[in-house]
């Protein structure tokens, strides 16, 4: 199946640090694809690299048959590529609901509204006026996503979703993450909670210091017993 996003030796910056070298990265419609590695490898440069907020030096990202490498970020929005941000990014002096109309695209039309977004979330109707700075992490998680998909993505970016949440929230996340597979949301995620992500993902791609060292399959993963002690300390 052709891709819906494509990047290819992406060499990423900050100042004179080089960040990412010569990164590749595949997601094909309907797929949930994982970026795992410890902190500090590069996964949430190849976020900012892919969503425009930290363009490569180098390399090419192709979105829904699209060059778009050095796209501002508000255009691969609007172009449909979704970022949950590993900061989550909640406007606190703002209402639940009033967070979730922001997260609206102008031009973008799709499965969800306000209505549909609170079917997938019952705690998020139940507390719809509460001003955004109130929330529990968890809960603040569950909004940014939530107001991520009032924009109707056609890829959804979730960094690190897990980070920081209790092992209940976490399950409700992992509930969270197979519904949108179900409906065939295209997911990349990238996550260092080993059994979330294989629970939820179809391919796993690992970084190590700005390198790709590992691409494949959850299933062909899971046999790789040295990838995981030398890369991923489990």
């Not at 976020?47 to 907020?53: A, D, E, K, N, V």
């Not at 809960?139 to 924009?151: F, K, N, P």
Request: proline letters at 4%; glycine letters at 10%.
């Amino acid at each position: 199946m052709e891709s819906i996003l494509k990047a290819v030796g992406l060499n990423t910056f900050y100042d004179r640090s080089h960040i990412l070298f010569d990164v590749d990265i595949e997601v094909v419609p309907g797929e949930t694809v994982c970026l795992m590695g410890r902190n500090g490898v590069g996964k949430t440069t190849t976020f900012r690299s892919l969503i425009g907020l930290t363009p490569p030096k180098s390399g090419t990202i192709h979105f829904k048959g699209k060059a778009c490498t050095g796209l501002a970020s508000y255009r691969m929005a609007r172009m449909g590529l979704g970022f949950v941000p590993e900061d989550r990014r909640i406007l606190g002096p703002f209402t639940i609901r009033e967070n979730l109309e922001l997260g609206r695209i102008p031009g973008r039309r799709g499965r969800w509204n306000l209505d549909s977004v609170f079917a997938q979330f019952p705690i998020l109707a139940d507390m719809a006026e509460r001003m955004g700075g109130t929330l529990s992490g968890g809960e603040q998680q569950m909004l940014t996503i939530a107001r991520c998909l009032m924009g109707n993505p056609d890829v959804l970016m979730l960094d690190e979703p897990s980070e920081g949440l209790s092992p209940v929230i976490v399950s409700d996340l992992k509930r969270l993450v197979l519904d949108l597979k179900a409906a065939e949301t295209t997911i990349l995620l990238s996550e260092q909670n080993l059994k979330f992500a294989l629970a939820v993902s179809d391919r796993v791609v690992v970084l190590d210091k700005g390198h790709v060292v590992y691409t494949g399959s959850v299933q062909a993963f899971q046999k790789e017993d040295q990838v995981h002690k030398k890369y991923l300390a489990v």
